[in-house]
């Protein structure tokens, strides 16, 4: 999930160099989403590891 925002943040990057302002916001959008659910994700396996124990 983190491979795919950083992805995303690169295309990001790329496309607002070039001057593509609709991509270069679509794409840190999609970047933003993924990163806020890699951290939603790895909080929650966090707290069942805790409780697993």
């Known amino acids: 999930?983190?491979?795919?925002?950083?992805?995303?943040f690169v295309i990001a990057l790329i496309a607002a160099v070039l001057g593509f302002g609709?991509?270069?916001a679509s794409a840190a959008g999609i970047a933003k989403?993924?990163?806020f659910v890699f951290l939603i994700m790895a909080a929650a396996t966090f707290v069942f590891g805790l409780f697993k124990r």
Request: a neutral charge; charged letters at 0%.
């Open 22 to 24: 609709g991509i270069a």
């Open 33 to 35: 989403i993924l990163f």
């Open 1 to 8: 999930m983190l491979h795919y925002a950083v992805v995303f």
